[in-house]
């Protein structure tokens, strides 16, 4: 296991934005990953999970951090028309929705275009036109926070709008889906999809996505736009003017101005509408934030 110290964490994040992790550990299989918690607990640092870091931006950590980049890897079996997939945590999510569009597969391949992680997408219930991936979720198979290896099948996880229980019930080590054929062709929804992603949203420039969860039945974006924060810049971030629930780091943006932003647009749409945003895009500093697990 590679375990490193001072890291700079800016490159582990889609939005390219970061201080410094006390500890980054990387492991390599699953004894690693429940050394990597033993050791938090025996330092009585915090821990944070990631994954691909597209809907992660973080301050200075002094903790852990544990990339779950080196556990991936996918198995696929066929069973009566339907596809199981088993695949690691660390596994980008697009190599389930390239699997799904080569083997014509119903659903899941809406999700493609962004830089998940399987486990991050489990984590936050990821989700795109019209599908969630706990609809595609058989088991999912964890590490929690005493080191025992468990194994839960969907019906006994509660999911919600882009969220899970996880991590707080502990650490995705690999889940298994179940995908079914579909009986119409989906190359030609899944090129609509990818034309309409490109159209729409800022996906050459470094993003966290989606900043904000939709107020339903509000869009969070359009609220965001209505109170003039659509290119809206602080310093090296600003709202996207291609989509204005996305920050973007134009250059060396910083985790200040990002919490700068957060808190204008939240008091803007506030003092409009009544409405309270609640954050989608994990804030990650010292003090803690939703994702920690202090053991
Ligand atoms: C251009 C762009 C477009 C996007 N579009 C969408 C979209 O259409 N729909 C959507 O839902 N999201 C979208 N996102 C946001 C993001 O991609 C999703 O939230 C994604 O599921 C996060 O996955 P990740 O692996 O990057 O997670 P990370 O950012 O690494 O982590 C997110 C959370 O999951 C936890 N986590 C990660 N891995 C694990 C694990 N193995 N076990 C337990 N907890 C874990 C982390 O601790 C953290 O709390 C977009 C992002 C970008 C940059």
Redesign the pocket.
Known sequence: MELLEGVDLSRL???RIGGRARYLAVPTDVEDLSNVVQMSREKDLPL?????????IFGDVEGFVVS?ER?RGIRVMEENGSFLVEAL??TP?KEITGLALKENLEGIYR?L?????????????????GV??KDFIMEVT?LDWFGEIRRIAREELEFSY?S?P??R?????SCLFKLRRSREPVSEDYNRIRRL?RST???NVP????TFKNPLPHKAGELLERVGMKGYRLGGVAFSEKHSN?LVNLGEGSVEEVKALIEEAKRRVYEEFGIDLEE???L?EDSG???WKVL
């Open positions: 994040t889609s939005i944070f999970i990631l994954g691909g870091g597209s809907n992660t779950l556990l945590a660390g999510l999700l275009g962004f830089p998940a992680t399987v486990g991050g997408a489990v984590a936050m219930n990821a989700g795109a036109f969630e991936i964890y882009r899970s996880f991590p019930k502990g650490i995705v080590v992603r949203q800022p996906i993003t966290s996505g989606s996305f989608e895009v994990r990650v934030s939703d994702g």
